[in-house]
T-cell receptor, first 114, second 113 residues
């Protein structure tokens, strides 16, 4: 079946511009996660959505970052007034609820802020 | 705060050799995952380990979990070039109904002919 998809696959933007990154989770997966992977680094948790519950935003690095999930499916991560340090690969993952459930990752969006 | 440490971070080995990657974590968790990442690609799930003493094997890779020591190992047997990739361990952190994966920094494995 179809996996997690993300768009765009690559994004180059100028410092100060806003960007929107999209994630389509696996159909039926109620949990959705965003992570960031900076060059040569591990993965950093950003935000977690589970059903209709309030999202866990504890990993968002600043108030320039926000995310929403419409209709319990597609999610958009928005970065306002991008900075060069925002350059990274942004990965989305989804899973079913309940243990033990593997998180399935999308291909990522490679963001470069010039 | 849950911390996950992997070592080594870089590993260069010859085909046919054996080696072990270690993953230590700082607080109790009910799940540990191993993922593989090829250059420019996303993460591929390899194993999920749920209980103390759990051992899982797939091909030349075997993962184990010691929850008392808060240690997982990924053992590579008779390495082949196709195993070259970065391997991440990740531990589930649960707080207030929310859960997230906390990742180690990854082990970049290079298998040389």
């Amino acid at each position: 079946g179809a996996g997690v998809s993300q768009s765009p696959s690559n994004k180059v933007t100028e410092k100060g511009k806003d960007v929107e990154l999209r994630c389509d989770p696996i159909s039926g997966h109620t949990a959705l996660y965003w992570y960031r992977q900076s060059l040569g680094q591990g993965l950093e948790f950003l935000i977690y959505f589970q059903g209709n519950s309030a999202p866990d935003k504890s990993g968002l690095p600043s108030d320039r970052f926000s995310a929403e999930r419409t209709g319990g499916s597609v999610s958009t991560l928005t970065i306002q007034r991008t900075q060069q340090e925002d350059s990274a690969v942004y990965l989305c993952a989804s899973s079913l609820v309940g243990t033990p459930e593997t998180q399935y990752f999308g291909p990522g969006t490679r963001l470069l802020v010039l | 705060e849950l911390k996950v440490e992997q070592n080594p971070l870089f590993l260069s080995m010859q085909e046919g050799k054996n080696y072990t990657i270690y993953c230590n974590y700082s607080t109790t968790s009910d799940r540990l995952y191993w993922y593989r990442q090829d250059p420019g690609k996303s993460l591929e799930s390899l194993f999920v380990l749920l209980s103390n003493g759990a051992v899982k094997q797939e091909g030349r890779l075997m993962a184990s979990l010691d929850t008392k020591a808060r240690l997982s190992t990924l053992h590579i047997t008779a390495a082949v070039h196709d195993l070259s990739a970065t391997y991440f361990c990740a531990v589930v952190a649960t707080q207030g109904g929310s859960e997230k994966l906390v990742f180690g920094k990854g082990t970049k494995l290079t298998v040389n002919p």
